[in-house]
């Protein structure tokens, strides 16, 4: 069943601690950089992503932010992005952990991600 516009999400890998996990959900690692896929394609959107996670990891940031939207403006009855920026995210092998921002940061349409370090 996909996700909806207004479902959460997390994920976690093991080994990750739950004082960081809390700290992420709550908004409190500041986001080193963000990517913002609104108007984009699928296929667009794939292609920012992983440039995004690539220069991010190249960069040494671990704290970052991916604005997918809910979906509020799509002809398909589920957020299309926000469901798959989820499988890629769970799919990328630096990812550590992802969660859905606070709203100060889109809330349910975008999500925190922590990538693993080296």
Not at 105 to 118: F, P, T
Request: with cysteine.
């Amino acid at each position: 069943m996909p996700l909806s516009g207004e479902d959460y999400v997390e994920h976690t890998q093991s080994g990750m601690l739950p004082k960081q996990v809390k700290q992420m959900k709550q908004g409190l690692i500041r986001p080193q950089s963000k990517l913002d896929l609104h108007n984009m394609t699928v296929d667009q959107a794939e292609t920012a992503f992983l440039n995004f996670l690539n220069r991010s990891k190249k960069n040494k940031l671990r704290a970052l932010l991916i604005v997918h939207g809910k979906g509020l403006q799509s002809s398909s009855p589920y957020p299309i992005l926000k469901n798959e920026v989820v499988r890629w995210l769970k799919g990328h092998g630096n990812v550590l952990a992802f969660c859905s921002a606070q709203p100060k940061d889109g809330g349910r349409g975008a999500v925190y991600v922590l990538l693993k370090r080296g």
